[in-house]
Structure formats: C-alpha cells, structure tokens
C-alpha cells in the first residue's frame, strides 16, 4: 500500500500523468459516442470534461496544476483551428457564391446572440459584471475572454459560459434546425459556427463536409463581428442606464 501511495504522488505530479488523462479521457468519450450511434447527448466534448472533473475532484488536484500538465493540448488549439481551413478551401466557390447572404446572417446572428444573452441575464437580475461576462458568450473562448475583460467581466466565468453555450448547441442545434425545416447543408453550419463556436464546428464536420467549412467560417468571422460590435453596443447599453 505504501508503494502505491508513493507512485500515485509520483504520477498525480508529473505533467505526464495530466496530459494522459485528457487524452484518455476524450477517448472514452468517442467510444461512447460512437457505441451510442452518435447520440447528441453523447457529445465526446462533455464527457471528456466529466471525466476529466471527476477525477480531479477525486483527488483533490486543482485546476492550476492540472493544467501544467495539460496544457500541450492547449496549444494544439491554434494549429486546430487554423486547420478548419482546408474544408473552407475545399468549399470556396460555394462561399463566393453566398457572400451577401453569408454577411448579412452573420451580422444577425452575431447581434442576436449579443442582445439576447444580455436580455435574459438582466431580466433575471444579474449585475452588470455578469452582463459583461455573458455577453460574448457565443465567440471561441480566446476572444470571448479578451472582449470580457475589456468590457469589466470575469474572463473565467466567460470561459466556461463558452464551453457551455458550444456543447448545448452541438447537442441541440441539429435538433432544432431539423425542427425548422432547415436542409440547406450551407446554412446549417452557418448556425452552428455563428452560435456554438468551435463544438459546434466539431459537429458540423462530423455530419457533413459543407456544413462544417460553412461553420468554420462562421466562428471565425463572428469572432470578427462580435469583437467589433459589442464594446459599441455595450457603450450604448451603458448611456441608455440598460446595463
């Protein structure tokens, strides 16, 4: 027992051990996912986070040092995303194509998930750091963080806000874009992109090549949109006494 106890210190302290847990963790996750024939609500992003909690909680190791550890595949997240390009590439004469109609829903979108999350959140009485930090709640998480703290928010409170906003729609969004009739492979991933970031890009890709260039498109250039437009509305928001 007393050797166990001392590989586990030895393993809970080695970057190693963290990575290694990430990495199995979204394994069992996918496999679940696929067991589950790709169930939504089987979304490999968020079992891999219930994993990866659990055992944290378990043992008692906080977030800081587990991200030593991790923060490799933290790193990936930049050549990841600069990856979404090839699918785009593939699909650019589509974009040409839709450029007005790509410019004016991501405009819509952007402004509607602005407004929206301020709206519910002040209606449900929450202050104004709150606001700040649920506005760019549907923005990849580096620029959701960054326009959170400029505007007074809790950029960690943005970060899992984020999180959140992408696993609910890559489990939701699908669903209800089949409720609403909604076929068009280019305007599917539009939704997902603009609404559900990255995950929601993630899911796009796993269900069709053109959704998921459309969505890739979409999280980016409403990184763009929203970094641009907030801090105007929220000044506005802030001389009419609406925040």
């Avoid at 990575?19 to 079992?47: D, H, I, Y």
Wanted: with cysteine; aromatic share 8%.
């Amino acid at each position: 027992m007393d050797s166990l106890a001392e590989t586990w210190v030895y393993l809970s302290a080695s970057p190693l051990f963290h990575l290694t847990l990430t990495l199995v963790a979204f394994q069992a996750a996918s496999w679940l996912f696929e067991r589950g024939g790709r169930s939504p609500f089987l979304n490999p992003v968020l079992g891999a986070v219930l994993i990866v909690v659990a055992v944290l909680v378990l043992t008692g190791t906080d977030y800081g040092t587990y991200f030593q550890g991790a923060q490799f595949v933290h790193f990936l997240l930049g050549p990841a995303t600069v990856a979404l390009a090839v699918p785009l590439y593939r699909q650019w004469h589509r974009v040409r194509r839709s450029a007005l109609a790509i410019t004016v829903s991501l405009l819509c979108g952007s402004l509607t998930a602005i407004l929206t999350a301020v709206a519910v959140t002040r209606l449900m009485g929450g202050s104004e750091t709150l606001l700040a930090s649920v506005a760019p709640k549907s923005v990849t998480a580096p620029v959701a963080m960054a326009i959170a703290e400029e505007l007074g928010g809790l950029p960690s409170l943005t970060a899992v806000l984020v999180i959140v906003t992408g696993i609910f729609g890559a489990m939701f969004g699908p669903m209800l874009l089949n409720l609403l009739g909604i076929r068009d492979w280019q305007a599917r991933g539009l939704a997902m992109g603009t609404a559900s970031h990255g995950i929601g890009t993630a899911r796009a890709l796993q269900v069709n090549e053109t959704a998921g260039a459309f969505s890739g498109l979409a999280m980016g250039l409403n990184a763009v949109a929203t970094a641009l437009l907030l801090p105007l509305l929220w000044a506005l928001l802030v001389r009419f006494g609406l925040v």
